[in-house]
Structure formats: C-alpha cells, structure tokens
C-alpha cells in the first residue's frame, strides 16, 4: 500500500516511499496518478512543487511535467518522469512497481 486513498485530496500532492522508490501520488479532479518523486533534471522532490492543471511544477527550477504521462513540459527538464499505474482497494492506493 502506498498511502490510503483519503490521504490524498483532490489538487494535492503527496510524496510517499514504496518498496525504496520515491513516488509522488496526486488526484486530480478525483482521479489518482503517480510518478517518481525526483525530478529528472537535478535533485528536487515534485511532491514539495505545485500543480498547475495537469502538471506539476518543480520546486527548485519550476520545470513543469505532465502528471498523467510524465511528460516533461517545460525547461530546464527534457526528460519524463517515470510514470507508474495506480488502483484503490479497500481504500488503499496500490502502485504498480516495475
Ligand atoms: S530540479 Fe527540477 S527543474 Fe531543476
């Protein structure tokens, strides 16, 4: 279990450690997403940036990714964030580890 699902708000971000790999969960007009927590550009956790409609902004440099498919938006990041599936049972979020 990554985090129970009502720890997750509509808009917001959280960053959790499953299995050692840092994600970041967010729900978005009630669906849940995650992505790897670190920024592919240099070390910042996206959990402590903002969500800006779909992406979510870096803290340190403000690159944008796009939260359902990792996508990097906007400079200094050129590369995805890893993107992982998500499920709710029993109120649990499960994400699905490669
Ligand atoms: S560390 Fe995220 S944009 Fe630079």
Redesign the pocket.
Known sequence: MAARADEVSDGEIIGVVVEGVELALYRLQGTLYATGNI??????R?SD?FIDGDCVE??????KFHIPTGEARTP??ETAVPIFAVKVEDGAILVDLP
């Open positions: 920024c592919s550009h240099q070390f910042a996206l940036g870096c803290p340190l440099h403000q690159a200094p990041a």
